[in-house]
């Protein structure tokens, strides 16, 4: 199995969440978002981001409303 890209994947996560313990670590990010009910910043824009209601429902609301990723 290939090594995590911590330093890689941190570059590209838009997460703002400053504290957050598992920036670069993808797979305990994903396990701990959906664990919660919830998807990881990378899979929202920048402004629904923000607000860090991350609840699959916001999810698909935000992508009903917008029609695209970003």
Same mark, same amino acid.
């Given at each position: 199995m290939p090594e995590c890209k911590i330093n890689q994947n941190k570059s &590209? =996560?838009?997460? #703002? %969440?400053? +504290? =957050?313990?598992?920036?670069?670590?993808? =797979?305990?990010?994903? &396990? %701990?978002? %959906?664990?919660n009910g919830e998807f +990881?910043?990378?899979? *929202?824009p920048g402004d629904v981001e923000k607000t *860090?209601? &991350? #609840? /699959?429902? &916001? *999810? /698909?609301?935000t992508y009903q409303e917008r029609g695209k990723w970003w």
């Open positions: &590209r =996560c838009n997460c #703002t %969440y400053e +504290p =957050c313990s598992k920036k670069g670590m993808c =797979c305990e990010c994903l &396990r %701990y978002h %959906y664990g +990881p910043a990378c899979l *929202f *860090f209601d &991350r #609840t /699959i429902e &916001r *999810f /698909i609301k």
